[in-house]
């Protein structure tokens, strides 16, 4: 079925502003598939499409949800990706980089000329045997979002609050770390927010939960407008960020795959932001 | 050294109210320790001194500190220990009872004649081989401290939310699962509150961290006082009293056993209080 990083996260985005996405799909993806994205307004410009099959993954997760194993991997199209933005992507204000091979993410980002806020995902792969070059890549970026192993693999600390200090002397000024159900935690130079994991009574399908995380946290900000700064940045606007990357992540996992997004309103996005204010107040 | 629950809980506890104990030691207890206690207003009238060896345990943590092996378990004198309450303790409005077999449990709970807030605390080993006896036991609490494996095992449910339901159903109207590092959440039966874990630089020994939570949490509610029926229990103050069982346990860990309580101030504590407010105020 419909998957991928770049899905999650547009479609996720695409509840609080207009995504505009880059990547590349084989000759077999379907068509409803594009109409649903098309049908969130999610400009399809920068989806290349070529000949072959496109990225496929599968895996299967424990009985509580929180491991999963990976079954099959088979990159396919995706293995000579080269991403090309499209002349009228470069300008806009706000980039969230997927999880590709850093220095391709270093090329996309030197093909923007007016950036605000720029920043992106990476994994373990990267972390292990591409270091160099992921840190020359993040080193330009304004945040790094990532989950607490890797935080820990990239950083070589084992503490979570000593982690995040070195990777802010890394590059970004803004840190989310992804603790899956436990929640989140954004961490800057002066202080750092704690964000909870949502309490859903049936996680029915884990897959994506971190992207649209992701896609919340920078769909809401680009709703919002950030100074491109960093000292101008509220900081206020990134723990709403946060929550509301929490939000869509919770929704994520509420149906099997993409499911949840193709009747999600933005009434239940914002009931859900009030929830986790009425379950965290004190 | 100096430890064991009753240590951890009263030390706690006596930074909000005077604790009363009940607990059993050995003719090797040292008088040091004695003088710890009571120097923290500890009553102590409930301490009895047998001959013998007190309790002992030893164990070793993972380098992230969040697991353990346990070592040694000496019972020593422990293990005939039938707790009698002085007649002075048993017109107290607050009783937590610390992990021992249920059915002495039962009986602590039955001297008592004018509670108004009364639990404790359970563990893996009386869940699977006394679980009648334990059901039949906190059938009478207010409230039950577990943590996120124990109720799981308790409920047979392997997700949080319904796991909560499930043992609000047994009988106690407030329950607070403890998640480790990741903090801890209240539940009740109109809603939850979530609290994160306190973000430590260095966790030095987390021994008593949770036994620690139990005394911040009991002890800051009698500070307040409580009206003994459920409908009356101002839920606003189950959150601070969840966020200074917090409080407790982070303190816990920055110094080795009960060290940090030696020197630990009102102050600090509510330094770190406000600290929680800061780190999750959005």
Redesign the interface.
């Known amino acids: 079925m419909l998957g991928g990083a770049c899905t999650y996260i547009s479609l996720a985005a695409s509840f609080f502003t207009k995504p505009h996405i880059v990547g590349v799909v084989g000759d077999d993806f379907a068509q409803e598939d594009v109409d649903l994205l098309s049908s969130r307004g999610i400009d399809l410009e920068g989806l290349e499409r070529v000949p072959g099959k496109t990225f496929f993954w599968a895996g299967v997760y424990s009985?509580?949800m929180n491991e999963r194993e990976t079954l099959t991997t088979e990159l396919n199209v995706f293995a000579d990706f080269k991403p090309k933005l499209p002349e009228s992507y470069r300008t806009k204000p706000y980039l969230l980089l997927g999880n590709i091979q850093p220095s391709l993410q270093k090329d996309v980002r030197a093909q923007m000329t007016g950036l605000h806020f720029a920043g992106g995902d990476t994994m373990n792969y990267w972390i292990s045997d591409y270091r160099n070059e992921l840190l020359a890549t993040i080193a330009e970026w304004d945040f790094l979002l990532i989950n607490d192993s890797e935080a820990k693999m990239l950083s070589g600390e084992?503490?979570?609050?000593?982690a995040a200090a070195k990777i802010l002397d890394m590059g970004p000024h803004t840190l989310v770390i992804k603790?899956g159900e436990?929640?989140a935690?954004l961490f800057r130079r002066k202080?750092?927010?704690?964000?909870?994991g949502y309490?859903?009574?049936?996680?029915f399908d884990p897959t994506g939960a971190g992207d649209c995380f992701a896609g919340g946290f920078i769909g809401y900000l680009a709703s919002r407008g950030l100074e491109p700064q960093d000292e101008k940045i509220d900081p206020?606007e990134l723990?709403?960020a946060?929550?509301y990357g929490s939000v869509m992540g919770s929704f994520c996992c509420e149906k099997f795959g993409v499911d949840r997004f193709r009747t999600l309103t933005r009434a239940e996005i914002d009931d859900r932001y009030n929830e986790?204010?009425?379950?965290?107040?004190?």
Chains 1, 2 share one sequence.
């Open positions: 009985h509580d084992s503490n979570l609050r000593r603790r436990f929640g935690v202080g750092h927010f704690m964000a909870p309490l859903l009574a049936e996680v206020a723990r709403r946060v929550i986790f204010k009425t379950c965290t107040d004190f």
